[in-house]
């Protein structure tokens, strides 16, 4: 597929138009400063960084102007090298870990934010990353400078654009990226050029023939979806995302004819026509509410939460009827003006219509888009998210509420819960009124205590949807192997039991308590190609550890000054990556052979003193391997140590390592063998290819002959067993050689490994009777009850390391104990099943466990802890059903409702709808369900609402000039804390009560 990516340029027609270029690479009209070679030091790297920083928080985000994207780790790897966040020394880093390398950087790495495949010069950042987790915008000055200095990439230049109703401008991390054709060549690939939502139909139509080598003036530009002509995009004024175009969209530039016209346009109006014409409905008459909704392209997800919404009677209906037009709130600042609406009511009426059995929901996607761009594209989605968003977005066009009023925090004083949870609802009501808080909204009542001073913390909360965990196991067993400091001891296999919503410190207190060790002398590491891959953080989450990661636990020395910890790597000559190589000719007789130092065993943790010289440092690894180190008994032996040296002639030198430290001679023991003296040691090295640069005169010098040499050579290497450059190995035995930086690696040339190496030894473990805990299966197959999910839901639990609750009474954040318990339930019911269960942010598995809910009578008076109206008790019976089937991400969406005419129930599954029995709504896919209550439908609100709070209301409240804190803060808690989601602040207005020393 060709690309073109359209640069920034000054054009004179349409003058108010953006520029359209994603690709910043021209941007710059004026001359600028030549970008100065990277300085030698990083404190004048770390210095120029932050002038260029604090110039651009003065200058603030202008529309038009650039910034990059950078992946977070590549931006927190140089961070940490130059100490750009730390007081202290450059390369310090603010870290917490117990030991590591922070070299270099190296050049810039974005290749994980893009979506696959990638289009070279249309790059796109993919779905499902995040930003401060997984990228960050710089300035184009400090990309400029960055990629300078470092390379890489690949550049991710984006355009700040301004916002949908405000002056504000805003980074368009995702612009558009089209496929466009041209008529006289639609055999041909598409190319594919990228604009921002903000550019006009006219700037495209322009830019794209351009690039397509045709006269603006001789075409026409179509919205081409399906490779049809769908829309004709007349207005050149109107801006792409208006006119519904979403990124992978194809465009058709329509070429002229010989005649000089146009070809005719298809019979829009009559919905079909004999051309391309791709119509928004199809197909014959049907009973109202029983048409399909197309699939535009993994669009099933939203094709099922809209079948569902469009099932839910009193919703259904207030939007059929027009009653809509009366609420719609066009000054709120969290709406859309009433445009969500309005699209969601031209859809809902084309369903009921009963005039076309298939609907093509193009217009309403691009709506959909318009305001929530995390459903751009064709991607698949997650229903319940995007029921989440429809719900709330409703909500904010239709909130009768137009000047929303405050009070302030009334105390508890030891009055009854009702009252305090009546207040709450009254407050909320006064602020958010609209037909979804009629319908959906009811009340959660969140204790949440303080392990440090016990203070108890009651909140009402409105609840929009119950997110309902599946039971299963909390816990999850660690497969792991402890290593000890002392060297004559095996490591032990443990099968370490943690919750599963514990940390890397949980972890740590759970090995202590099984070997007698202190959480604090742990090091928890993941081992892979025999270095730590990876060094856990206390902080971290023990989801972060993988199921086939090879973990390892090291004790370590107690901290103190004075004291390091370094990892410490084994590496031998790899005999089988040998190499003859003769110039350019293999088979040249000069050649000469070079062995890959490769690394094997298993790594481990090393406390050295500050001071520790070579002669030492050789001491504490030869106590540290003794277990797997066959080595004789440390006595001369006269006549080995005068063997003569017969070095290999022909080899070159080996500039990766320096001198191995030569051995006093002494029979072998086992095997039995003649060991090398100093001499032989030296043909030894020879033979290996392990040469050296220093002159063989002051490698005999005495002082450096060791009295009783180990079987091996030190090496100081960074993190990819290459030679460090930090520091020159010592040739003098007695000079202090520690390293502050990068890694030891114990080197054995060929000989040594065979001679003294012993591989039986290192394979030995011993296991600990906890291991059987691993061959233990969780069997998650099993059917369990609508019940024990609301029971698991209502149990107590422990936060989380990332989501902790501050404490007014600590004044510090805490991982606090958290209860819900269902207070009042709203008329129609929303249980959205929690079958993802995450294993960290990156990945979840699907539950497919068999949940029994059932059809009618869902009785939950034994939950509900508030007051019960006796002429609406909680007795519910299910009306509609969003499906999941498959793996996540690969699967399919469908739905199950009744229809409110006939009571029937019917299976939507995109275009295809059909009825069905009602048993077939209970299965395992079952994943949101929608209850409607028996009797007890919601009472109309006063019409007085409609400009501001009822009068009934405001008797409660004492306005103040701005939002008390305690909002702001229960907000935070419920988007922090709650496993029910609130979908916006304006909807969590909750009461808090705190009381102390329960």
């Known amino acids: 597929m060709a690309v073109f990516t359209p640069a920034f340029n000054q054009y004179e027609d349409n003058a108010s138009t953006p520029p359209s270029a994603v690709d910043a690479a021209s941007t710059s009209v004026q001359a600028e400063e030549p970008i100065p070679s990277r300085p030698s030091s990083v404190a004048e790297e770390k210095r120029i960084l932050k002038d260029l920083e604090t110039a651009d928080n003065q200058v603030g985000m202008k529309v038009g102007s650039f910034y990059y994207i950078l992946a977070t780790r590549w931006a ?159 207005e050149l004024n109107s801006r792409l995302d208006t006119a519904g175009i979403v990124d992978n969209n194809a465009m058709l530039l329509e070429e002229k004819g010989e005649d000089g016209k146009f070809p005719p346009a298809p019979r829009s109006s009559l919905g079909f026509s004999s051309g391309s014409y ?80 298939v609907i093509t929901p193009r217009d309403f996607k691009s709506k959909l888009e318009r305001f929530a761009p995390q459903f751009a594209g064709y991607q698949q989605h997650d229903s319940q998210e995007l029921l989440a968003f429809l719900l709330d977005g ?29 207040e709450a609802w009254d407050y909320h009501r006064a602020r958010n009124d609209s037909i979804v808080v009629d319908w959906f909204q009811g009340q959660l009542k969140s204790t949440l205590v303080c392990p440090k001073c016990d203070r108890v913390s009651v909140t009402f909360d409105p609840s929009m949807y119950l997110s309902l965990p599946l039971p299963m196991k909390t816990t999850r067993v660690i497969d792991l192997k402890f290593v000890s400091m002392d060297g004559s001891r095996k490591p032990v296999r443990y099968g370490v039991e943690v919750q599963k919503s514990g940390t890397i410190l949980d972890l740590k207190t759970a090995v202590g308590a099984l070997t007698g060790t202190l959480a604090r002398n742990l090091i928890v590491v993941d081992v892979w190609a025999h270095k730590f891959y990876k060094v856990f953080k ?9 199921d086939r990661d090879i973990i390892w636990v090291h004790e370590k020395a107690e901290d103190e000054d004075g004291l390091t910890h370094v990892e410490v790597v084994l590496r031998k000559d790899d005999s089988s990556a040998s190499t003859s190589y003769g110039g350019y000719n293999y088979n040249s007789y000069s050649s000469y052979s070079y062995t890959r130092k490769a690394l094997f065993g298993v790594p481990f943790v090393l406390a050295c003193p500050t001071t520790t010289t070579l002669r030492e440092l050789n001491e504490l690894v030869r106590q540290r391997l003794q277990r797997v180190l066959r080595l ?71 002082s450096e002959v060791e009295a009783d040499p180990p079987p091996f050579s030190i090496k100081l290497v960074d993190n990819n067993n290459d030679r460090s450059d930090s520091f020159n190995q010592p040739r003098d035995l007695d000079t202090r050689f520690v390293a502050r930086g990068g890694m030891y690696a114990v080197h054995f040339t060929r000989q040594q490994t065979e001679q003294f190496y012993n591989d039986t030894a290192e394979q030995e473990v011993d296991e600990d009777a906890s291991v059987a805990r691993l061959n233990v299966q969780d069997d998650e197959s099993e059917a369990v009850t609508l019940a024990q999910c609301i029971e698991q839901f209502t149990q107590q639990e422990k936060l989380g390391p990332d989501d902790p609750w501050y404490c007014s009474g600590c004044k510090e954040f805490q991982q606090a104990t958290k209860k819900f318990d269902l207070w009042s339930l709203p008329p129609i019911l929303i249980i959205h099943l929690k079958r993802f269960s995450y294993k960290n942010r990156y990945f979840r598995d699907k539950l497919e466990t068999f949940i029994d809910y059932p059809l009618h009578d869902l009785d939950l008076s034994a939950y509900v802890k508030g007051p019960i109206d006796p002429a609406a008790p909680p007795l519910y019976d299910l009306f509609a059903v969003s499906n999941h089937y498959g793996s996540l991400g690969g ?23 059909h009825k069905v029995e009602d048993v077939k709504a209970r299965s395992s896919a079952g994943y949101v369900l929608f209850y409607r209550r028996r009797g007890g439908d919601p009472v109309p609100r006063p019409s007085s609402s409609n400009s501001t709070a009822s009068s009934e209301s405001l008797e409660l409240l004492r306005p103040s000039a701005t939002p008390p804190e305690y909002i702001a803060n229960d907000a935070a808690d419920n988007s922090l804390t709650q496993p029910m989601d609130v979908a916006d602040n304006s909807l969590s207005t909750g009461l808090t009560v705190e009381i102390s020393d329960l």
């Open 76 to 234: 927190k790897a140089w961070k940490r090298h130059v100490g750009y966040d730390d007081a202290n020394d450059p390369g310090s880093g603010s870290d917490d870990d117990s030991f590591g390398y922070d070299g270099s950087p190296g050049p810039i790495d974005n290749e994980s934010l893009l979506e696959q495949p990638v289009v070279p010069g249309a790059e796109q950042v993919k779905k499902g990353v995040h930003e401060g987790f997984d990228w960050l915008v710089v300035s184009e000055q400090i990309w400029k400078h960055l990629h300078a200095w470092y390379g890489g990439g690949p550049a991710l230049p984006r355009r700040v654009v301004q916002g949908q109703y405000d002056r504000q401008g805003i980074v368009e991390v995702r612009p558009l990226t089209l496929a466009v054709y041209k008529s006289s060549a639609l055999q041909n690939a598409a190319v594919t050029m990228m604009f921002s939502k903000t550019d006009t139909v006219g700037y495209f139509k322009k830019t794209a023939a351009a690039a397509l080598g045709l006269n603006q003036a001789d075409v026409r530009v179509w919205d081409f979806h399906q490779q049809s002509r769908y829309k004709l995009l007349e």
């Open 632 to 702: 004789p008994s440390r006595q001369p032996s006269p006549a080995t140590a005068a063997a003569p040296s017969t070095p290999a002639s022909g080899t070159p030198p080996d500039d990766d390592d320096e001198a191995t430290q030569p051995m006093d001679p002494e029979p072998a023991v086992d095997p039995p063998a003649q060991l090398p003296g100093p001499s032989s040691q030296r043909r030894l090295r020879n033979e290996d290819s392990e040469s050296d640069d220093e002159p063989a005169d002051a490698m005999e010098s005495e």
């Open 394 to 422: 409703l909500h904010e066009d239709l909130n009768r509420v137009k000047t929303k009023p405050y009070r302030d925090l009334p105390d508890g004083n030891g009055r009854p819960e009702e009252e305090i949870a009546r």
């Open 891 to 913: 699967g399919h969406y469908t739905a199950y409702a009744k229809n409110k005419n006939d009571s029937k129930w019917y299976s939507f599954d995109d275009s295809s709808v």
């Open 278 to 357: 791709y119509s928004n409905y199809s197909g014959g008459p049907c009973d109202p509410g029983t048409a399909g909704l197309s699939n535009l392209g993994n669009t099933c997800f939203m094709a099922s939460a809209l079948q569902c919404l469009s099932n839910t009677p009193p919703l259904s209906t207030y939007f059929i009827d027009d009653k809509f037009k009366d609420d719609v709130n066009e000054t709120n600042p969290l709406g859309t003006r009433g445009e969500l609406a309005s699209a969601f009511a031209g859809l809902v009426k084309l369903l009921w219509s009963g005039e076309h059995s």
């Open 538 to 546: 206390d902080r971290e989450s023990v989801d972060d550890i993988k």
